[in-house]
């Protein structure tokens, strides 16, 4: 691995949020927050934005969708 390798998981968090706001409509980050007794579940590209009963419904759903979107995710 080469010292000019970054990943998303090192960057500091106001990076990652700047670089996911100016994705231009791709899927590059997934939020799933608490919100009462539900979550809301929303992307980076602004076509989703839903909510689940649990976090770990809103994680898999996430998954979902971006596999759906062409994006390769990490579980």
Not at 54 to 73: D, M, P
Request: with cysteine.
């Amino acid at each position: 691995m080469s010292d000019d390798y970054e990943s998303a998981l090192e960057e500091k968090p106001l990076d990652f949020l700047a670089s996911v706001a100016n994705s231009g409509g791709s899927c590059d980050g997934q939020a799933v927050v608490p919100d009462g007794d539900r979550y809301r579940c929303r992307c980076s590209c602004g076509e989703w934005n839903i909510e689940a009963p649990t976090q770990a419904e809103g994680l898999r759903l996430a998954r979902l969708h971006t596999s759906t979107a062409g994006v390769r995710t990490w579980a």
